[in-house]
């Protein structure tokens, strides 16, 4: 197996020589409905970018445990690759989402949940992210997701007599 087909990161670098990733990725997180209901923040640690849901008793789903709805975990790992990739387009082009599959690995408590991506394979249209869940430690995921993106010929507003 050559370099070229493994990760192009292990988790997404804190800044990159474009400036500083985490105020790109909150621009972009802010500019998605779903992510402001859910109030979703970026924070930086030493080494990656990662994707903060602050807890909020209006995301429980099974009032029994407590435990955050799947849905919303679905959401954060949906919105997660889509960030991540569309802030590695360097065109600013939006993805839209060919493939989503999410393993939940446990009860997401309630408590606030963190989400860091990978990017797997990067191409002209298709992005592959791998996202992981957890909520106290990295090394104890919620959950795992893959998702497949889709990235437009032309970036958004242009036309293709434009290019």
């Not at 998605?32 to 849901?53: C, F, K, M, S, W």
């Not at 975990?73 to 889509?82: D, F, S, Y």
């Not at 590695?88 to 939006?94: E, F, I, K, N, P």
Request: with cysteine; glycine share 6%.
């Amino acid at each position: 197996m050559s370099e070229a087909a493994g990760p192009v990161s292990s988790r997404m670098p804190a800044q990159d020589v474009h400036g500083d990733t985490r105020a790109t990725w909150q621009s972009l997180l802010e500019r998605i409905p779903y992510a402001r209901h859910l109030g979703l923040e970026v924070q930086r640690n030493d080494t990656a970018i990662e994707v903060h849901l602050p807890y909020r008793d209006a995301l429980i789903g099974n009032i029994m445990l407590p435990a955050l709805h799947g849905g919303v975990i679905g959401g954060l790992i949906e919105i997660t690759a889509r960030v991540a990739a569309q802030s590695r387009d360097a065109q600013a082009r939006s993805p839209r989402i060919l493939d989503c599959n999410v393993d939940y690995l446990r009860s997401a408590r309630a408590r606030s949940t963190y989400a860091a991506a990978e990017i797997v394979r990067q191409g002209r249209r298709t992005t592959l992210v791998h996202v992981t869940c957890w909520q106290h430690r990295a090394q104890s995921p919620v959950a795992h997701g893959r998702v497949q993106l889709l990235f437009d010929a032309a970036p958004s507003g242009m036309s293709k007599d434009e290019q």
